[in-house]
């Protein structure tokens, strides 16, 4: 299997679809309870859907971007559950693709293909929890878009565009699910190893970031709203982020994070033993390195408990798994096919 989606071509391209679907439909054709995350966002979206205003008619800790995507749905059809399942199979399929596009791309890997979606749809379906729509899905899929705009395109560094574009997404992101906010330190790393000029290039970056909450710090002071905003968002954000109060319980989320550590900490031993021939891939893998350092900063916020935590831990393990689907020298070209059967038929 892995052999086949080596290549970048159309059928790889359809298989991959397929294999999506075939794993979760099931699930979703089955029918899953509705969650406490669920719940809340359907509350919210009749509330915003009938014209109530976040933190001055409802009082919520949910963040407003995820609030006003649950409205949107609320508009299309009352009481969307359907929605929001398709809704999380999109994101997920979207996220999947896209980070492919941005590996490929940037050639960050000796091989291209859609290895990287495989991994990031295998290990990400294996999983009921991320059959769900949440805010730090829709918090995610910003983070994913925001990492292409991170990296530069050309040996004179970046374009001024691109990195007020990626701290801007950076901080859509942070607001559907505050913690993410602490990527920044991500986006600040990039411009550290990338960059000519840090300095300019990290207040153009923070300058991104900060756009989106002053556009709506200006929305919600015109609404009224803006004491509720700064006290319920961005102070109690941190502290006892709304995404945590909707957890899963301890013994379901902690298995499925430990399943992905396992197979994270396989992948990141067979990548240390790898050497890589461009100055850009080693500064890539740095670049995943401290991306996995955040992940683990924002998991400690939410305690590990926020609905979709395995979520984060996607990217970098994604990327570490190509080397471990490297072929094997001698005897051993087997073991990646069959450690790759293993995992998709884990039963996370």
Request: aromatic share 10%.
């Amino acid at each position: 299997m892995l052999r086949f989606f080596k290549s970048s071509l159309p059928a790889q391209l359809l298989g991959l679809l397929v294999l999506a679907l075939a794993i979760r439909l099931p699930l979703l054709w089955l029918g899953l309870p509705t969650t406490a995350a669920e719940l809340r966002l359907l509350l919210l979206g009749e509330g915003v859907a009938a014209g109530a205003w976040p933190y001055r008619d409802l009082y919520d800790g949910t963040a407003p971007l995820a609030a006003a995507a649950a409205g949107v749905l609320e508009l299309a059809w009352s009481r969307p559950m359907v929605l929001y399942r398709a809704a999380a199979l999109g994101l997920l399929l979207l996220q999947a693709l896209r980070f492919n596009t941005v590996l490929n791309r940037a050639d960050v890997h000796p091989e291209r293909g859609f290895l990287a979606a495989l991994t990031y749809l295998v290990v990400g379906s294996l999983s009921s929890e991320l059959d769900t729509l949440t805010p730090l899905l829709i918090g995610h899929t910003f983070l994913i878009f925001a990492l292409s705009a991170l990296l530069p395109t050309s040996r004179e560094g970046y374009d001024n565009r691109r990195l007020f574009r990626a701290g801007f997404l950076i901080g859509l992101a942070a607001l559907c699910y505050l913690p993410l906010a602490l990527f920044v330190g991500l986006g600040l790393f990039a411009v550290l190893i990338f960059a000519a000029n840090s300095f300019r290039s990290s207040l153009l970056l923070i300058c991104g970031f900060l756009s989106p909450y002053a556009l709506l710090a200006t929305v919600f002071l015109y609404a009224g709203a803006l004491p509720n905003f700064g006290l319920m968002h961005l102070e109690r954000g941190f502290s006892l982020p709304v995404a945590a109060a909707d957890a899963l319980p301890p013994a379901v989320v902690w298995p499925l994070l430990g399943g992905a550590a396992v197979l994270l900490v396989l992948a990141l031993l067979r990548a240390a033993s790898t050497a890589l021939g461009l100055v850009f891939q080693t500064k890539f893998r740095q670049l995943m390195l401290v991306w996995l350092l955040v992940v683990l900063a924002v998991l400690a916020v939410g305690r590990g408990l926020a609905p979709g935590s395995l979520l984060l831990l996607l990217p970098p393990l994604t990327y570490f798994s190509l080397f471990l689907w490297q072929r094997l020298p001698g005897q051993l070209s087997w073991a990646p096919e069959l450690l790759f059967v293993v995992v998709l038929g884990l039963p996370w």
